[in-house]
C-alpha cells in the first residue's frame, strides 16, 4: 500500500498536465516514502486523460460531472493510501512540501493543511492583491487553497470530503470541517512554513481584472452564488 496519494483533477488540461505531473514525480522522488499519482479526468473534451496515461499516472479516474469538488472526491474514492495530497492541475509543490505535509500527518498531531501559492508569472495588480490576502488569510486562519490540500484520510470521510453542493470555495469549506475535527481529537490543522506552491498566473492572462472584481464580489456578497456553476463561471471557461 502506498504511503501517500496525490489527486489531481484536470478538466482540458492537456497543455499543463504533462508538466505537473513531471514535477510532481520530481518532488516524489525526493521522498524515502512510496506514493501513487492519481489524475481525474473531469469530463474533459480534449487529451487530458491521453496525456495523463502517456505522463505517468499511475490511475486515471473519469468524472463525469464537470465539479472540482466531486472530481477531488472521486480520485480520493479511489486512492489507497490513508494520507492524501490535492493538487490542481497547473500547480507544482516541492519535495520539501511532500515532505513538510507528510511528517505533519504521520505525527498523529496534525488532521491536514495547506501552503502558501506562489505565481509562475507575473500578473495584474488585482491578481497580485489577492494572492497577498489570500496568503495572509491562509497563514492567519489556518485555510488551504486547493492547489495544494493535505489532509488524513479517515478524517476526511468522517466529515464528507469535499462539499459537492458548491462549485468553488469547496477546499475552505473542507478546511473548516477538519479543523473543527481536529479539535474535539486533540489535533490541529497547518500551513506549511517557509514553503509555496507554485501555481499557474495563466487567469491573469485569461481575464480581465473587471472579471476577478465582479467573481469575487459576488461570491463575497452572496454566498449562495458558490452553489450554481453559471456564477462560478470564471474557475471553469477556458479562453
Known sequence: MPDFSIIVPAFNEEEYLAQTIASIRTAMQGLEETGELIVVD???TDRT???ARENGAD??????????AKAR???AAEANSDNFVFVDADSHPSSEMLRQALDFLQSGEVV?????VEMDGAVSPTVAWITRNW???SERFNYAAGSFFFCRRDAFELVGGFDESVYAGE??????RLKKWARRNGMRFEILKGVSVVTSARKSDWFSTWDFVKQLGLIFLFPWATRSRRLCAIWYRRP
Open 42 to 44: 473531469n469530463n474533459s
Open 49 to 51: 486523460a491521453d496525456v
Open 59 to 68: 490511475k486515471v479516474v473519469f468524472e463525469p460531472h464537470n465539479q472540482i
Open 73 to 75: 472526491n472521486a480520485g
Open 112 to 116: 491536514g493543511g495547506g501552503a502558501r
Open 135 to 137: 496568503n495572509a488569510v
Open 171 to 176: 477546499e475552505v469549506w473542507l478546511a473548516r
